[in-house]
C-alpha cells in the first residue's frame, strides 16, 4: 500500500505577523489568504522490516535509521524528523516505513512551503494510522512541532491555511484559532486570479531570522513594530471586506498600504532590489502588491488595473522577474491510497 498526502501552499494578502507570539496572545491577530495550485506532496509506504526511510526529492537527500532510533535533529531534513519523532512518541509506531516528499517551492520561498511539508507528514500518518483528526487538530499539531518540538520561529497562518485550503481569513487570540471560510463569488475569484500577478523576485528569505528580531521587538514594547502590526491587521480586516463586497480596486490599494506598513515591522522584510521591482510594477499599472511571506526575497504579487497585467508583465520581465502561472484551489489537506 502507498499513501500520498497532499496540501496546497499560499498566498499572504494581510495581517501577517500578527499571528506571531507574543502579539497573538497580548492584542490578537488576523490574517487573509489564500491557497493556490502549487503543493507539498508526501508519499508513504509501510515497510515489512523495522527500518525508516526518509527521501526528499528537493534536495536529493535520503537517510535512514533504525525505526527504535530517535531522529537527531542536525540541520538536515529536520523538519521530517520532528515529525516522525512526535508521532512515534505519541502513538507508539513500531512498524517500518518510507517517506518521500516534494515541494513544487523552495524554503524560503514566502509561500508556506515549510510548514505545508509538515503538514502533509501529519496528513500521511494520520491516514496511515486512522487518526481521527480534524483540520484544526492537524495544524495545530503541525504548528507544535515546529514552534516547540523543533524551536523554529514563525506564526499559525501557515499550518492552518494548508490544512483547510481555500480563501480564509483567520483569527488568532492567545492560543485560540478561527478560520473563517470566505464564500466569494466565482467571477470575483477569476477576476482576481487574471489581475493578481504572482512573480519570483530571486533569492530566498530567512524567516526565522526576520520573525525573531519582529519578535525581540515586540516583547520590548517597540512603539512602531506595534503600530505598524495593529495597522497591519485593520488592512486584513478591510481585506476581506473588499472581497465580500466585490470592490477589487479597493483590495488592490489595501495590498499597497500592507505592503507599507509591512515594511515597518522590524529590518529585513524588504531589500532595495524589492523596493525598485515594486516602483516599476506600480509605474507600469499595479494598484499594490506585496511580499508573500516574512520578506527579504522570495514570491511577490502584483495587483494590476484593469487593463494593465501585461503591462506590469513586461516590466517585470525587463527586471529580470520571473513571473508564475497559478490558479486558487479550495482543497486543503487531501491524502489517498495507492494500490
Known amino acids: 500500500m502507498l499513501i500520498r498526502s497532499r496540501v496546497p501552499l499560499r498566498i499572504s494578502f494581510g495581517g501577517g505577523g500578527t499571528d506571531v507570539s507574543p502579539y497573538c496572545e497580548r492584542r490578537g491577530g488576523v ?22 526511510e526518509i527521501e526528499s526529492i528537493d534536495y536529493d537527500a535520503a537517510l535512514k535509521y533504525d525505526v527504535d532510533q ?10 521530517i524528523k520532528g515529525v516522525v519523532n512526535f508521532m512515534r512518541k505519541a502513538y507508539n509506531v513500531s512498524h517500518g516505513f518510507r517517506l518521500r516528499i516534494h515541494n513544487d517551492a523552495p524554503p524560503g520561498s514566502g509561500l508556506g512551503s515549510s510548514s505545508a511539508v509538515c503538514v502533509a507528514v501529519v496528513g500521511a500518518f494520520r491516514h496511515w494510522l486512522n487518526l481521527p483528526m480534524t483540520p484544526y487538530e492537524v495544524a495545530e499539531m503541525a504548528y507544535q512541532i515546529e514552534r516547540h518540538e523543533l524551536g523554529i520561529k514563525g506564526g499559525r497562518q501557515d499550518q492552518y491555511a494548508a490544512a483547510f485550503g481555500g480563501f480564509n481569513f483567520i483569527e488568532f487570540n492567545g492560543t485560540k484559532t478561527i ?13 482576481l486570479n487574471h489581475r493578481l500577478i504572482l512573480a519570483y523576485v530571486g533569492g530566498s528569505h530567512d524567516s526565522s531570522k526576520i520573525l525573531s528580531s519582529q519578535i525581540k521587538d ?13 495597522r497591519a491587521k485593520e488592512l486584513a480586516i478591510a481585506m476581506k471586506a473588499a472581497l465580500l463586497t466585490d470592490n477589487l480596486d479597493d483590495f488592490g490599494l489595501l495590498l499597497d498600504e500592507a505592503w507599507e506598513s509591512k515594511k515597518r515591522f522590524t529590518a529585513g522584510i524588504t531589500t532595495p532590489k524589492i523596493d525598485a521591482i515594486y516602483e516599476k510594477a506600480k509605474s507600469a499599472g499595479a494598484l499594490g502588491g506585496k511580499v508573500s511571506g516574512a520578506g527579504g526575497g522570495g514570491f511577490m504579487f502584483f495587483f494590476a488595473k484593469p487593463d494593465k497585467r501585461y503591462a506590469i508583465t513586461k516590466a517585470l520581465q525587463d527586471e529580470g522577474v520571473k513571473t508564475v502561472n497559478y490558479s486558487f484551489t479550495d482543497m486543503g489537506l487531501y491524502s489517498w491510497e495507492v494500490r
Open 31 to 52: 490574517v487573509m489568504n489564500a491557497t493556490i495550485d502549487r503543493y507539498a506532496t508526501v508519499s508513504l509506504s509501510p515497510l515489512v522490516d523495522k527500518t525508516i
Open 70 to 79: 530517535f531522529l537527531a535533529y542536525d540541520g538536515h531534513l529536520d523538519l
Open 179 to 191: 478560520v473563517n471560510p470566505l464564500r466569494l463569488r466565482n467571477d470575483v475569484v477569476c477576476e
Open 218 to 230: 515586540m516583547a520590548s514594547g517597540n512603539e512602531e513594530t506595534l503600530k505598524s502590526l495593529d
